[in-house]
Each structure stands twice: as structure tokens, then as C-alpha cells.
């Protein structure tokens, strides 16, 4: 297993400004460290999903292909984005089978052939943990596989960690899910690995995910 100590592909954000509004969205190919076109850096948000890229083997370059991945659902507005590589020993097929033939697809990439499949458990009936978890268990990560997924509404985050970090951090300000911890504090919780991680305003459930079948 190869973890990308860089991300030189690229980066994205969604962000809400209010409950009420869906989210806004930027998304670049260039690194964040040279990308100076953003200039929303004075906003005020109640919720943020950022990434940034360390593109997939065989997919292209392009605003994209980037998370964050963003759609309505029947549960409003819904952002989304994966740390990890799915298409991996065959699957890819297998995967691209999954997503219903009313959703198009913009790109070439695993996170968005994820998202598709995602919204249409959400469209099925599921909520956003257990929509998130059932891609999970479509993808069938493989034991030496790493495959985190994340997912975010204005009120709701979830994420699964599978032999990849995850970092938890609580605080009266908000809570924050990170691939790493983002600083010292000592406040940083490790997630668990093969576990699913849901966080509303008021509570944090962490659970088992289970294994390949």
C-alpha cells in the first residue's frame, strides 16, 4: 500500500454560509500551496469540506475530477469526497455497473462514480450514515486496500476510516474530521480503523464497518 505524502493535483472546497442556502463551491487543478484565484477566505461558514489532490492511476487533470463533489439529494444539498484509490483489482467495472443510468457523470474518477452511487442510496431511502456505509460495503475494500469516504450536509457529517487515519477533534466551536491532525492540540482523537464516524451538532457516534466479504 502507497499513502501520497503530497497532493499536488489540485484541491477544492465546499462551504455553507447558511442552513438555508446551498453550499458554494470552488475546485482548481492547481496545488494549494501556488493556487492564489480563491478569494472567499473571509467567509463565515457553519460547515466545510475541503481535500486535496493526489490524483487517482488513469484519471485526467481536470476541475472535475476534484472533490469536493457536490449535488442535491433528497436530503438537501450533499458535498462528498474519498482518500483512497476504489478502483483497485477489477473493481472499477464492478463499480461503474452500480450507478443508475439517471445520474451522468462529469469526470473519470472513482470519487465521483462513489458519490453516484451514494446519492442513489439517499434517493433509495437511506440517511447519510447508512448510505455512506452501504458504498462501504459496495466497495468491498480488500485488506490491504484504503478507502475513507466523506460526506457532509449542512447539519450532518460522516466519514469511514479503512486502513487509513482519521482524525476526530471536539471542541465549543464545532467538531473537525481530518486525514491528519491539523495542529498539536492534544484534543486530536484517532478514529478507529474500519469504523464509521457520524457527527451532528449534538452527538458523535463512532461504529464498526464491516470487513471484506
Given at each position: 500500500?502507497?499513502v501520497?505524502?503530497d497532493?499536488p493535483?489540485?484541491w477544492?472546497?465546499?462551504w455553507?454560509?447558511?442552513v438555508?442556502?446551498?453550499?458554494l463551491r470552488?475546485?482548481?487543478?492547481?496545488?494549494i500551496?501556488t493556487d492564489t484565484?480563491f478569494?472567499?477566505?473571509?467567509?463565515?461558514?457553519?460547515a466545510?469540506l475541503?481535500?486535496?489532490?493526489k490524483a487517482?492511476p488513469?484519471?485526467?487533470?481536470?476541475?472535475?475530477?476534484?472533490?469536493?463533489f457536490v449535488?442535491?439529494t433528497?436530503?438537501?444539498?450533499?458535498?462528498f469526497?474519498?482518500?483512497?484509490?476504489?478502483f483497485q483489482?477489477g473493481?472499477?467495472t464492478?463499480l461503474r455497473?452500480?450507478v443508475?443510468a439517471t445520474?451522468e457523470?462529469?469526470?473519470?474518477?472513482?470519487?465521483?462514480?462513489?458519490?453516484?452511487?451514494?446519492?442513489?442510496?439517499?434517493?433509495?431511502?437511506?440517511?447519510i450514515?447508512?448510505?455512506?456505509a452501504?458504498?462501504h460495503?459496495v466497495?468491498d475494500?480488500?485488506?490491504d486496500?484504503?478507502?475513507?469516504?466523506l460526506?457532509m450536509?449542512a447539519?450532518t457529517?460522516?466519514?469511514?476510516?479503512?486502513h487509513h487515519?482519521?482524525y476526530l477533534?471536539?471542541?465549543p466551536?464545532?467538531?473537525t474530521?481530518?486525514?491528519?491532525?491539523?495542529d498539536?492540540?492534544?484534543?486530536?482523537?484517532r478514529?478507529?480503523?474500519?469504523?464509521l464516524?457520524?457527527?451532528t451538532?449534538?452527538?458523535v457516534d463512532?461504529?464498526p464497518?464491516?470487513?471484506p466479504?
Amino acid at each position: 500500500m502507497i499513502v501520497a505524502d503530497d497532493n499536488p493535483d489540485g484541491w477544492g472546497i465546499a462551504w455553507w454560509t447558511s442552513v438555508r442556502l446551498p453550499p458554494l463551491r470552488y475546485r482548481s487543478v492547481e496545488p494549494i500551496w501556488t493556487d492564489t484565484s480563491f478569494h472567499h477566505g473571509e467567509d463565515c461558514s457553519s460547515a466545510i469540506l475541503a481535500a486535496a489532490r493526489k490524483a487517482s492511476p488513469g484519471t485526467t487533470l481536470r476541475e472535475v475530477n476534484n472533490a469536493p463533489f457536490v449535488a442535491d439529494t433528497r436530503l438537501g444539498p450533499v458535498a462528498f469526497s474519498l482518500n483512497g484509490h476504489a478502483f483497485q483489482g477489477g473493481t472499477e467495472t464492478r463499480l461503474r455497473a452500480q450507478v443508475p443510468a439517471t445520474i451522468e457523470l462529469a469526470g473519470d474518477t472513482d470519487s465521483e462514480v462513489l458519490f453516484a452511487i451514494f446519492r442513489a442510496r439517499v434517493e433509495a431511502g437511506d440517511g447519510i450514515a447508512s448510505a455512506l456505509a452501504a458504498v462501504h460495503a459496495v466497495v468491498d475494500p480488500a485488506a490491504d486496500a484504503y478507502v475513507n469516504l466523506l460526506t457532509m450536509t449542512a447539519s450532518t457529517l460522516a466519514a469511514t476510516t479503512w486502513h487509513h487515519t482519521l482524525y476526530l477533534h471536539r471542541d465549543p466551536t464545532g467538531t473537525t474530521l481530518a486525514s491528519e491532525a491539523l495542529d498539536s492540540d492534544p484534543g486530536w482523537e484517532r478514529v478507529p480503523d474500519a469504523h464509521l464516524v457520524t457527527v451532528t451538532h449534538d452527538t458523535v457516534d463512532i461504529t464498526p464497518l464491516e470487513g471484506p466479504r
